[in-house]
């Protein structure tokens, strides 16, 4: 007998067929969707492979870097790829992102040193980069306020008047599935909605809230929370590269042309563990992993060049190559970080001049220059 | 002292997960001598959070293991260390008490900037405490001191290993003979068995001459035909069975009774447990089930769990209120009956891994004394031989064991239907004297019809 946990939900998702716009099938298979065209040169799959095949190797090495005691922690983007690059690719250069600690893929589209994401895992910064440089905010490790700050981003923009100009910028947050339980979340929809902001909310739905399965956050599809709050909201397969690329598209355009939020859930998987300090393999079945690893986000894109003859070896392996080389760079750059100067903590804190902060730092200072005056 | 011709890089036990401070070495994935990549996996470890694969930060050739499997290490210990020319001499291995010596991690030299504090007896030296190894002891004591402007004395230079006063004059000893990589690499690909060769070269290495030499040797004469009869001496684990089995056979009158059972259900089961997490890196088998059954047939039925004792004031009947469940297995040395000590106490991954453990060393030949003796009930799996049943002979000091046969599809009337059916057969010999052809009976239908219906298990457990 079986005990059905689940009875009375109301159209609970099933994990086999979910209802996504797919235009691209885990065999490499190009489907069309009469909502979301799109056209794609052999360049542009080729780059968008590029980016792939990197964020994952830099993934790969920056979780070996940590288990090696070079780093503090790293969330690990595996699996999640495609959401990111598609998204990430979608976004022109006036927008704005939000993330949380997991893009790294995004932070790669947006021209982010991948050095400067371990910055901060290494400890050595609490930033590690300038947002208005790339217009990628910093990392948020609070699960979900971020989409409070990019609401309120968003409003800005909607507030200076220039959506539907040509310097018009739509705003961009990232969460997860376990955000979307959190109060922040749910009070930025509803700001965003009433307010109308220029904004898309960008969930990865990687079926883990660290260890808590999906259906312990929903009883139905996340997309479908959109409804209750007035906007649009739309699911996508989250390993399927070109759909991420089209359905953000779409809704980026939309926030800046002042139609209003969307709400897009990118239906994928995280391979990985939470972070590195956490073992899935203590909560959830392996057989869920291997279903999975055949909806890989590489492969398919890999199969679709291969298919159409839009690349040969040579061209992969010149990719692997190049991915291996940035890792490498990666490796050298992290461990031959400096660490901070003790009073490197004062900076940026407060934009302008502080006077408790100034006399703090000078006290400091004195400590300091005391190990120099005894030895005198 | 060995003199090294390369310095190797000393990895030290990381700190996995944000504030641990020890790790259980679980599983080495590589051997002293052998070619490693960055990255590549080299030790699994066991934290409080997680089971934790280590990728190797440096390449070159494995010179030392200073842990070994089962120790637990402090976080910033040396665990492994890596010559990246490859052309020192294997260290020897390092005494287990080392693993809990505090950090000898490389020191590093403090820049004007950056204040050492230190305890006021160490020469100036300050480790990183950002990332990864936690905060040396000797932090906690700080002073003001004077940073290095460039006039100071250097700082102690690096002693990242303390090594052992003196080589030791034998190979070490991990089974590996001593030979160095390239020497190694030449026998590989000639074909060439180190562990045949006795070495010449220093402390009784192997050299590329060894290694010809062994190659252009006389290969070994031809194989005789043997007489029609062959003398094998009765010793070690056969003259033990022996000795067990003529001394059970004769002193303790058995009786055996058998049983037929569907086991479909116990099967299912088994195919629903592997895939829960518990019990992702363990062995579940039918023997699992038949082993938990048992245990719990004993509980409802203590007699069974018991001996016989011939005493000064007339016999006793001892009845065990633990379980030290044997669990007979065919290794290539005899018949050997390895023990779970307490199994009654055991969930049930714990009773997978114990089993899993347990046959495997005893099939390794590594079972201990202890893990062979104390025994209080036996199972013996007779079929992995392919047969159906057997009328098992106690254990010297028991008074039950179980046989289990083959699981066959064989016709079956189920629900009142024939249907093809998971079916084995059970059989179960006890010590007449203590237990009756009824507490018998009873044992043995009591874990056929947990067998019958694995949630039998839960009702009487």
């Known amino acids: 007998m079986t005990i059905d946990s689940v009875r009375g939900a109301p159209d609970t998702p099933e994990l086999a067929e979910p209802e996504l716009v797919q235009l691209l099938t885990p065999e490499g298979e190009r489907v069309e969707h009469p909502d979301y065209p799109l056209d794609l040169s052999a360049e542009e799959v080729r780059d968008l492979y590029r980016d792939l095949v990197n964020v994952r190797r830099l993934d790969l090495e920056s979780v070996a870097l940590t288990r090696q005691g070079e780093l503090g922690l790293w969330a690990s983007l595996l699996g999640q790829e495609a959401a990111q690059i598609g998204s990430g690719r979608a976004l022109s250069e006036n927008d704005m992102v939000f993330p949380t600690y997991r893009e790294h893929g995004v932070a790669w589209c947006r021209g982010v040193d991948q050095l400067?994401?371990?910055?901060?895992?290494?400890?050595?910064?609490?930033?590690?980069?300038?947002?208005?440089?790339?217009?990628?905010?910093?990392?948020?490790?609070?699960?979900?306020?971020?989409?409070?700050?990019?609401?309120?981003?968003?409003?800005?923009?909607?507030?200076?008047?220039?959506?539907?100009t040509p310097s018009a910028a739509a705003t961009i947050a990232?969460?997860?599935?376990?955000?979307?339980?959190?109060?922040?979340?749910?009070?930025?929809?509803?700001?965003?909605?009433?307010?109308?902001?220029?904004?898309?909310?960008?969930?990865?739905?990687?079926?883990?809230?660290?260890?808590?399965?999906?259906?312990?956050?929903?009883?139905?599809?996340?997309?479908?929370?959109?409804?209750?709050?007035g906007f649009p909201g739309i699911r996508v397969d989250g390993n399927d590269v070109f759909a991420c690329l089209a359905v953000t598209r779409k809704a980026l355009e939309n926030a800046r042309t002042g139609q209003g939020p969307t709400l897009i859930e990118a239906f994928t998987y995280r391979m990985g563990a939470h972070t590195t300090t956490d073992d899935p393999t203590r909560y959830r079945l392996k057989a869920e992993e291997e279903a999975w690893k055949l909806k890989d986000p590489i492969e398919r894109v890999k199969a679709y060049l291969v298919r159409n003859e839009f690349a040969d070896a040579a061209f992969f392996q010149k990719i692997e190559d190049e991915a291996k080389q940035t890792a490498r760079e990666l490796r050298e750059g992290c461990l031959s970080m400096p660490?901070?100067?003790?009073?490197?903590?004062?900076?940026?804190?407060?934009?302008?001049?502080?006077?408790?902060?100034?006399?703090?730092?000078?006290?400091f200072a004195a400590y300091l220059a005391s190990f120099e005056e005894e030895a005198r | 002292m060995v003199t090294p011709v390369s310095q190797p890089k000393v990895f030290n036990l990381p700190d996995v997960g944000e504030g641990l401070t020890e790790a259980e070495i679980v599983k080495w994935h590589v051997q002293v001598g052998d070619t490693v990549e960055i990255n590549q996996t080299i030790v699994e470890i066991e934290t409080a959070k997680a089971i934790v694969e280590l990728p190797c930060p440096f390449e070159g050739v494995v010179t030392a293991l200073h842990v070994t499997e089962g120790q637990t290490v402090d976080v910033g210990a040396p665990i492994i260390s890596v010559d990246a020319e490859g052309g020192a001499a294997p260290e020897p291995a390092r005494p287990a008490e080392s693993a809990r010596a505090p950090a000898r991690d490389a020191e590093r030299v403090p820049t004007p900037d950056e204040p050492g504090m230190v305890s006021p007896e160490q020469p100036p030296k300050r480790t990183p405490v950002l990332v990864g190894y936690g905060v040396k002891e000797a932090a906690t004591k700080r002073r003001?001191?004077?940073?290095?402007?460039?006039?100071?004395?250097?700082?102690?230079?690096?002693?990242?290993?303390?090594?052992?006063?003196?080589?030791?004059?034998?190979?070490?000893?991990?089974?590996?003979?001593?030979?160095?990589?390239?020497?190694?690499?030449?026998?590989k690909d000639l074909g060439v068995d180190l562990a045949a060769i006795t070495g010449s070269g220093p402390q009784g290495s192997i050299t590329r001459d060894d290694v010809q030499a062994a190659l252009s040797a006389p290969s070994a004469p031809a194989v005789q035909a043997g007489p029609r009869e062959e003398r094998v001496p009765v010793k070690g684990v056969r003259k033990a069975t022996a000795a067990a089995m003529t001394g059970s056979a004769f002193t303790a009158p058995h009786v055996t009774e058998f049983l037929q059972v569907d086991v479909t259900r116990t099967m299912e089961t088994v195919r629903?447990?592997?895939?829960?997490?518990e019990f992702a890196d363990v062995k579940v088998s039918p023997l699992l089930l038949v082993a938990r059954a048992l245990l719990t047939a004993v509980a409802r039925n203590p007699m069974v769990n018991s001996s016989w004792a011939d005493g000064p004031d007339g016999a006793e009947i001892v009845v065990k209120r633990y379980v030290n469940l044997g669990i007979a297995a065919a290794t290539?040395?005899?018949?050997?009956?390895?023990?779970?000590?307490?199994?009654?106490?055991?969930?049930?991954?714990?009773?997978?891994?114990?089993?899993?453990?347990?046959?495997?060393?005893?099939?390794?030949?590594?079972?201990?004394?202890?893990?062979?003796?104390?025994?209080?009930?036996?199972?013996?799996?007779?079929?992995?031989?392919?047969v159906d049943s057997g009328t098992p002979i106690l254990t010297p000091g028991e008074s039950a064991i179980l046989a289990f046969g083959q699981i066959r599809d064989m016709p079956w009337v189920h629900e009142g239907e024939l249907a093809i059916r998971k079916v084995t057969t059970l059989s179960l010999s006890f010590d007449h004297r203590i237990v009756d052809g009824e507490l018998g009976s009873k044992v043995l239908r009591d874990v056929g019809a947990m067998l019958e219906d694995p949630i039998r298990m839960l009702a009487w457990s």
């Open chain 1, 116 to 164: 400067k994401l371990l910055s901060m895992f290494r400890g050595v910064t609490h930033g590690g980069w300038d947002p208005a440089e790339h217009n990628f905010h910093l990392y948020t490790v609070v699960i979900g306020s971020q989409t409070l700050h990019a609401t309120g981003y968003a409003m800005g923009v909607q507030r200076d008047g220039v959506l539907g």
């Open chain 1, 174 to 229: 990232y969460f997860g599935d376990g955000a979307t339980s959190q109060g922040d979340v749910n009070e930025s929809f509803v700001f965003a909605s009433v307010f109308n902001a220029p904004i898309v909310f960008f969930c990865q739905n990687n079926q883990w809230a660290i260890s808590e399965p999906l259906e312990r956050q929903s009883r139905i599809p996340l997309y479908r929370r959109a409804q209750g709050y």
């Open chain 1, 339 to 363: 660490d901070p100067k003790p009073l490197s903590a004062f900076e940026h804190v407060y934009a302008e001049p502080h006077p408790l902060m100034t006399e703090e730092q000078e006290q």
């Open chain 2, 144 to 187: 003001p001191r004077k940073a290095s402007n460039g006039t100071a004395p250097p700082p102690a230079p690096a002693a990242p290993v303390v090594r052992p006063p003196a080589p030791r004059p034998q190979p070490v000893d991990n089974g590996l003979p001593l030979a160095k990589p390239p020497v190694r690499k030449m026998a």
């Open chain 2, 272 to 277: 629903r447990l592997r895939e829960l997490p």
């Open chain 2, 332 to 386: 290539e040395r005899g018949l050997i009956v390895p023990k779970v000590k307490d199994a009654q106490d055991l969930d049930l991954p714990g009773l997978a891994r114990a089993l899993g453990e347990l046959t495997e060393k005893a099939r390794a030949g590594r079972a201990t004394p202890a893990d062979l003796s104390d025994g209080t009930i036996t199972i013996t799996n007779v079929g992995v031989f392919g």
